[in-house]
T-cell receptor, first 109, second 115 residues
Framework: RKEVEQDPGPFNVPEGATVAFNCTYSNSASQSFFWYRQDCRKEPKLLMSVYSSGNEDGRFTAQLNRASQYISLLIRDSKLSDSATYLCVVNGAGNQFYFGTGTSLTVIP | EPEVTQTPSHQVTQMGQEVILRCVPISNHLYFYWYRQILGQKVEFLVSFYNNEISEKSEIFDDQFSVERPDGSNFTLKIRSTKLEDSAMYFC?????????????FGPGTRLTVT
């Protein structure tokens, strides 16, 4: 079983739409959860950490469900600049981190 | 804003040659990482490094790989005898020590091409 699984998409949405991405993880002992975005042939950039209580940063909302080992990212009012691949990242044993394959988002004018 | 830097941006080498990829982490960060991303695939953890020693490593990080912090600023990844399948983007990342925070910041990557 993969450590982190994501729907690869692609998601093609119009500007202004709301879109949600999901991610599941296999290690129930994982403690740290993140969403990164990656533009084509660039490095991953931290979008937000995911906290147990859920957290919001502007148009972005992240949720964590420990019981179901599930993380989500909601993007409201999508902008053209949101087009990227969104990576779910979870820690495994200690200081080791696992990336999902990423979910591709294209926001269409 | 402080950034992780990596050199070179692109390295071409012949199979069997040794390569050293260099990284300068953010200055007050104490945890360092190397990842690789084969074209079209996911980012894969290679190794984490803290307090001048490896703290975790993946199955990919075999005896052909080594890491070093030769001075107070550089963090290097050495591949002793490159194989064709080592062709990938190699990312360095660093993070500070902070309560509850594991956020890593990535450098721009070195694209390694083994021919």
């Amino acid at each position: 079983r993969k450590e982190v699984e994501q729907d690869p998409g692609p998601f093609n949405v119009p500007e202004g739409a709301t879109v949600a991405f999901n991610c599941t993880y296999s290690n129930s002992a994982s403690q740290s959860f993140f969403w990164y975005r990656q533009d084509c042939r660039k490095e991953p950039k931290l979008l937000m950490s995911v906290y147990s209580s859920g957290n919001e940063d502007g148009r972005f909302t992240a949720q964590l469900n420990r019981a179901s080992q599930y993380i989500s990212l909601l993007i409201r009012d999508s902008k053209l600049s949101d087009s990227a691949t969104y990576l779910c990242v979870v820690n495994g044993a200690g200081n080791q981190f696992y990336f999902g394959t990423g979910t591709s988002l294209t926001v269409i004018p | 804003e402080p950034e992780v830097t990596q050199t070179p941006s692109h390295q071409v080498t012949q199979m069997g040659q040794e390569v050293i990829l260099r990284c300068v982490p953010i200055s007050n960060h104490l945890y360092f990482y190397w990842y690789r991303q084969i074209l079209g695939q996911k980012v894969e953890f290679l190794v984490s490094f803290y307090n001048n020693e490896i703290s975790e490593k993946s199955e990919i990080f075999d005896d052909q790989f080594s890491v070093e912090r030769p001075d107070g600023s550089n963090f290097t990844l050495k591949i002793r005898s490159t194989k064709l399948e080592d062709s990938a983007m190699y990312f360095c990342a660093s993070r500070p020590i902070s309560a509850g925070g594991y956020e890593q910041y990535f450098g721009p990557g070195t694209r390694l091409t083994v021919t």
